[in-house]
């Protein structure tokens, strides 16, 4: 077996906690594929005449599938593009405005679960009823990468033909975090990269009348947080250690240009510093900088639009 010869597919459940039959259709690029799989074993420590085990009894079963993503869009303006199933089962709405955009809003309520399966070089590796958490690194130079961590009801792992009819992979190039639109607080700070983190809180739904003890995965809560580390610079230019005391809060606006379609808008309402601390990047007097990413009507400190 191979191991680059892997592919991955996901779709959204129709009934939750139900696993769906995947298609070529439902593939999606992605790399640095982990399947993690758990059983829980149960000793029976029961005494005897020899000091030799007893057989364990298997009980409840989970998984998590982990990957990441290339940020791009579809290439088509107001078409979803193929990270947006994955965010909406991450906690993220989705709205669509035909040959516009799509806008990607946190959500506290409808939340799909998904199906999501590892082709293997002839061994399928399935969980479902998962969802998951999601965080976002832009680093300079290179392209921006989604990490997605889902936590699966229960899995199965088979043996299994590779996808063929209806495979179709997305063939935008990602855009490198380069000539970015970058400000936060409304100041334009030097910096080489941000880190995005949704932080979903992920627990599983007991269910002992299913085989793997599990309904579905939901999601719970969410701390969304920010780190950057931009170059220090005097505190008349711009004060980090101020805002910080203050409990300011300004916005975040960035950019990534590219054609229409392919044109990626991340924009956060309410950034709140957390912590700073003096940091050195080759010589160069730096901040290491962790937010916090608030409200302001709800459901909205992270925006993340395709155009």
């Given at each position: 077996?191979?191991?680059?010869?892997?592919?991955?597919?996901?779709k959204?459940?129709?009934?939750e906690?139900?696993a769906e039959?995947?298609?070529?259709?439902?593939?999606?690029?992605a790399?640095?594929?982990?399947?993690k799989?758990?059983i829980?074993?149960h000793p029976r420590?029961n005494?005897?005449?020899?000091l030799?085990n007893?057989?364990?009894?298997?009980g409840a079963?989970?998984a998590?599938m982990?990957?990441?993503?290339e940020?791009?869009g579809?290439g088509?303006?107001?078409?979803?593009?193929?990270?947006?199933?994955?965010?909406?089962?991450?906690g993220?709405?989705?709205?669509?405005?035909p040959?516009?955009s799509v806008?990607?809003?946190p959500a506290?309520?409808?939340?799909?679960?998904?199906t999501?399966?590892?082709?293997?070089?002839?061994v399928?590796?399935?969980?479902?009823?998962?969802?998951?958490?999601?965080s976002l690194?832009?680093?300079k130079g290179?392209?921006?990468?989604l990490?997605?961590?889902?936590?699966?009801a229960?899995?199965?792992?088979?043996?299994?033909?590779?996808?063929?009819?209806?495979?179709?992979?997305e063939?935008?190039?990602?855009q490198?975090?380069l000539s970015a639109?970058?400000?936060?607080?409304?100041?334009a700070?030097?910096?080489g990269?941000?880190d995005?983190?949704?932080?979903n809180e992920?627990?599983?739904?007991?269910d002992?009348n299913?085989g793997s003890?599990?309904?579905?995965a939901?999601i719970?809560?969410r701390?969304?947080?920010?780190?950057?580390?931009?170059?220090?610079v005097?505190v008349?230019?711009?004060?980090?250690?101020?805002k910080w005391?203050?409990?300011?809060?300004?916005?975040?606006t960035l950019?990534l240009?590219?054609?229409a379609?392919?044109?990626?808008?991340?924009?956060?309402p309410?950034v709140?510093?957390t912590?700073?601390?003096?940091a050195d990047?080759?010589?160069?007097?730096?901040l290491?900088?962790?937010?916090?990413?608030?409200?302001?009507?709800?459901d909205?400190?992270l925006?993340?639009?395709f155009?």
């Amino acid at each position: 077996m191979i191991v680059k010869r892997a592919q991955l597919a996901a779709k959204l459940e129709g009934t939750e906690g139900s696993a769906e039959t995947l298609a070529g259709v439902d593939a999606f690029l992605a790399m640095n594929i982990a399947f993690k799989p758990d059983i829980e074993m149960h000793p029976r420590d029961n005494v005897s005449a020899s000091l030799s085990n007893f057989s364990q009894v298997p009980g409840a079963r989970k998984a998590t599938m982990e990957f990441d993503v290339e940020l791009k869009g579809s290439g088509t303006a107001g078409t979803e593009p193929a990270l947006g199933k994955l965010l909406k089962a991450c906690g993220f709405g989705e709205t669509v405005v035909p040959v516009t955009s799509v806008t990607y809003l946190p959500a506290s309520t409808g939340i799909s679960s998904i199906t999501i399966a590892m082709y293997d070089d002839g061994v399928v590796n399935k969980i479902w009823g998962a969802r998951g958490t999601v965080s976002l690194k832009l680093e300079k130079g290179k392209h921006g990468l989604l990490h997605f961590v889902f936590t699966g009801a229960d899995f199965s792992v088979t043996d299994g033909a590779m996808l063929s009819s209806g495979l179709a992979y997305e063939t935008t190039i990602p855009q490198p975090f380069l000539s970015a639109t970058l400000t936060v607080d409304s100041y334009a700070a030097l910096l080489g990269s941000l880190d995005f983190n949704m932080q979903n809180e992920v627990s599983l739904r007991p269910d002992a009348n299913s085989g793997s003890g599990h309904k579905s995965a939901v999601i719970t809560g969410r701390r969304p947080s920010l780190s950057i580390d931009p170059e220090m610079v005097l505190v008349a230019t711009y004060d980090f250690y101020g805002k910080w005391r203050s409990g300011n809060q300004g916005a975040l606006t960035l950019a990534l240009t590219g054609a229409a379609g392919n044109i990626c808008t991340v924009t956060a309402p309410k950034v709140q510093y957390t912590g700073v601390s003096p940091a050195d990047h080759g010589g160069i007097a730096s901040l290491a900088i962790n937010c916090q990413l608030n409200r302001n009507a709800g459901d909205d400190e992270l925006s993340i639009a395709f155009t």
